[in-house]
């Protein structure tokens, strides 16, 4: 087990109705020490006024609660997810789910200025086909959420469509973070590969890897920087979708064993990178 540098998880998910616990349990007995919980909707609370976002959100900075009581220091990211807005749409006309998100944001910068989260996450662009109509408020709900994070400094977690999808999708989410004068390597594109870890690629975005081995040997080797991620989603009837809560400890020591890594470049990913993404004192735990 790897001792004396924090492993961070920075993305991952935690539902009641799941394993919470026993998912932080299994991260912190692999060697981790950090994690970045991410707001996902969940099945018991369909959010669909400003009351169930509410009441959503404060499950997400409760399950940051359960995590820090299992031993490991955990923040969290809360916001609308995109995913969620052609359902609502179709139940509610796209202008009132529209606004319903923007209100659930708004909400979201609220607990973020109370010190409840620290900054907005998943937010962003819808990652399978919509209309055109629907991507269009996408982009005004994510350019909110740009605004916003700008005014308080505070970072953001994207969730997008693939570049592999969108070859123009780091142009353009760069044109819309600099016309929100937002900082760009505060914004972290999340579910990435080792490709978009390429500064000549990414436009100065931050990127959360997804922590696979091919990921971790390509990235290593060329240099890269990134934060990692498995996604873990939390649902009994996925279980270890996307990837079990330990995998990013297990990598990060197979990335030791096979010599990719070292304590001087996982200082770099794992402190001085968190620090400046995310603004965490990693040296603190
Ligand atoms: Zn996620």
Known sequence: MIKGIPVMDAHIH???MGTNREAVRKF?????????IIHKPYHHIPEIDLGSYKRSFQT???????????????????GPYPGSLPHQANTYGLEEAFELQMRAMQHAFDLIDEGSALGIGEVGRVHFKVEEEIMSKCNEILMSALKGSKE??????????????NPDLFRYLSSLIESASMTKHRVIKHY???????????????ISMQARRSNLENALSNDFD???????????????VVMPPDTVP???????RRGL?????HHHLMVDLPKKILGIDMDRY
Do not use: Q
Request: net charge negative; glycine share 6%.
């Open 14 to 16: 935690l539902d009641p």
């Open 28 to 36: 912190k007995n692999a060697g981790g020490t950090h994690l970045l």
């Open 60 to 78: 997400t900075i409760d399950m940051t609660e359960i995590a820090r009581n299992e031993g490991v220091e955990a923040y969290c990211m809360i």
């Open 152 to 165: 308080r400094n505070c970072p953001v977690v994207l969730h997008t469509e693939s570049p592999m999808e």
């Open 192 to 206: 990435s590969g080792w490709e978009s870890a390429d500064p000549s690629n990414n436009m100065g975005l931050s």
């Open 226 to 240: 990134f934060l990692l991620e498995t996604d873990f989603i939390d649902e009994n009837s996925r279980p270890n």
């Open 250 to 256: 297990k990598k990060i020591e197979w990335a030791y």
């Open 261 to 265: 890594l070292d304590s001087e470049k």
